[in-house]
Nanobody
Framework: VQLVESGGGLAHPGGSLRLSCVASGFTFSKYFMSWARQVPGKGLEWVAAINSGGTNTYYADSVKGRFTISRDDAKNTLYLQMNSLEPEDTALYYC??????????????????WGQGTQVTVSS
């Protein structure tokens, strides 16, 4: 299993970034996927999740209305469109694969694999 994130970088407050996570080594379409983020010295913060099939999405209150999670199963790719970025969004962003059949995206024990992360910095 491999998850490779990209798309991070520097953005101004109010700006946008689009993160991608390319998956390989498993049948991507059959798995619940999510995004999480971490600031050095702090715990992992759940950001968003999407079910297999992409019919249901879930968001943390801190990003609801600003971020959109989506997936393209033909490309084995997970996305996170981030708009109206705030300095508080600065973090290392990870995509995660849940265990087969699991939908408990807020439980770290339910994860099968994580990517290496992509850094997002929001600053003027």
């Amino acid at each position: 299993v491999q998850l490779v994130e990209s798309g991070g970088g520097l953005a101004h407050p109010g700006g946008s970034l689009r993160l991608s996570c390319v998956a390989s080594g498993f049948t991507f379409s059959k798995y619940f996927m999510s995004w999480a983020r971490q600031v050095p010295g702090k715990g992992l913060e759940w950001v968003a999740a999407i079910n297999s099939g992409g019919t249901n999405t879930y968001y943390a209150d801190s990003v609801k209305g600003r971020f959109t999670i989506s997936r393209d199963d033909a490309k084995n790719t997970l996305y996170l469109q981030m708009n109206s970025l705030e300095p508080e969004d600065t973090a290392l962003y990870y995509c995660g694969q849940l265990k087969r059949g699991s939908r408990f995206w807020l439980d770290r024990e339910e994860y099968e694999a994580w990517g290496q992360g992509t850094q997002v910095t929001v600053s003027s």
